[in-house]
T-cell receptor, first 115, second 113 residues
């Protein structure tokens, strides 16, 4: 596609359920980032994938959060046993290479509401 | 490790007045610095970036920013505000050799008629 695609755009779930959020980056982009955006907190870094290198998971807030990127393309962010504080907009971004050579292209985000 | 501090979660300026949005960074290695903008109900887009070379960087829509190493700052300016500049602005930093990009908490810019 022409841009970064995220699904679902909206997800309402009950506390304790697992959710999966999908990101389809721009074709050919080697770098993929996940961020969490909540009111007053800006963009919180979660995880970064670059090519075939091991991902930088240093931003994942707890072991309930995990992400994978299959075949260097599509990525899935999984949140297990969701809590109300997980409610936020989850943003995915991709770039052609590292930040010195390109800009981040963001998707529209997946809004997660945990009841 | 890198971090970003944006002073002022909300800034209001009159139409035609100078826009100044402040950003200070912390980085243990030479930084790459960015400003992104998020217009209402839209995704984030790059305004400008500093990687190497000239410290005064020009971006889209008349915005510019100056990298000042001595002040660890990368403030965003525009000489004359327009109503269409109303948006949320995010400063971001990445360290050379560490491609993780860290964003600040954002500054919402309000333009007064």
């Amino acid at each position: 596609g022409a841009g970064v695609s995220q699904s679902p755009s909206n997800k309402v779930t009950e506390k304790g359920k697992d959710v999966e959020l999908r990101c389809d980056p721009i074709s050919g982009h080697t770098a993929l980032y996940w961020y969490r955006q909540s009111l007053g907190q800006g963009l919180e870094f979660l995880i970064y994938f670059q090519g075939n290198s091991a991902p930088d998971k240093s931003g994942l807030p707890s072991d309930r959060f995990s992400a994978e990127r299959t075949g260097g393309s599509v990525s899935t962010l999984t949140i297990q046993r969701t809590q109300q504080e997980d409610s936020a907009v989850y943003l995915c971004a991709s770039s052609l290479n590292g930040p010195d050579t390109g800009e981040l292209f963001f998707g529209e985000g997946s809004r997660l509401t945990v009841l | 490790a890198q971090s970003v501090t944006q002073l002022g979660s909300h800034v209001s300026v009159s139409e035609g007045a100078l826009v100044l949005l402040r950003c200070n960074y912390s980085s243990s290695v030479p930084p790459y610095l960015f400003w992104y903008v998020q217009y209402p109900n839209q995704g984030l887009q790059l305004l400008l970036k500093y990687t190497t070379g000239a410290t005064l960087v020009k971006g889209i829509n008349g915005f510019e920013a100056e990298f000042k190493k001595s002040e660890t700052s990368f403030h965003l300016t525009k000489p004359s505000a327009h109503m269409s500049d109303a948006a949320e602005y995010f400063c971001a930093v990445s360290g050379r050799g560490d491609d993780k990009i860290i964003f600040g908490k954002g500054t919402r810019l309000h333009i007064l008629p």
